[in-house]
């Protein structure tokens, strides 16, 4: 039995904007006829699509972390830089289509390079910043420098 529901024009706008997205990530390649999906892995690398790792950023009293989900990126191939403000990351996940004698039925992730550019606030020490990455999740820690209290300054007149 289907319960009748109101109709809602914002879910009705969520869901076209859901569709629209899914429309807009994929690939060229998605469009062809199913007869083409074995194409050479020269064309599979032309078009799979640039990718931004998902970032999570979250503060505390004392420090800024930003967790970015990277799986399958070597540690060699990452870069973290904080430059007037802006924390940047750039790396690259390298294709594994390489493999001579695999079909490829379906390609979905996205490989290739990546950078990702945070404004950090003023109170971000930029000088103390650490990084770690462990099961493909970088953590980057940026402590906060402490704020100068205010004070009182006496004026004479001469």
């Known amino acids: 039995m289907n319960a009748i529901m109101p109709w809602n024009p914002l879910r ?9 997205n899914r429309l807009m990530a994929r690939s060229p390649r998605d469009f ?8 050479p892995s020269q064309e599979l690398e032309e078009t799979l699509s640039k990718w931004n790792p998902a970032a999570d950023i979250s503060e505390t009293d004392k420090a800024y972390r930003v967790k970015v989900d990277m799986p399958e ?4 191939d990452l870069k973290v830089t ?3 403000g802006v924390l940047e990351i750039t ?3 390298k294709s594994e289509l390489e493999e001579k004698d695999a079909k490829h039925h379906r390609i979905e992730r ?3 390079r990546f950078e990702r550019c945070f404004s950090m606030p003023e109170d971000a020490n930029a000088n103390a910043i650490t990084a770690t ?5 970088l953590t980057i820690t940026v402590p ?4 100068p209290q205010a004070r009182e300054i006496s004026v004479k007149v001469n």
Do not use: C, H, I
């Not at 906060?144 to 704020?147: N, R």
């Open 12 to 20: 009705e706008l969520d869901s076209f904007g859901q569709r629209l």
């Open 32 to 39: 062809q006829p199913a007869y083409s999906l074995f194409a």
């Open 73 to 76: 990126v070597q540690e060699k």
């Open 82 to 84: 904080m430059k007037n």
């Open 91 to 93: 790396g690259e996940r």
């Open 110 to 112: 996205s490989y290739g």
């Open 133 to 137: 990455y462990q099961q493909g999740v």
């Open 144 to 147: 906060k420098t402490e704020t």
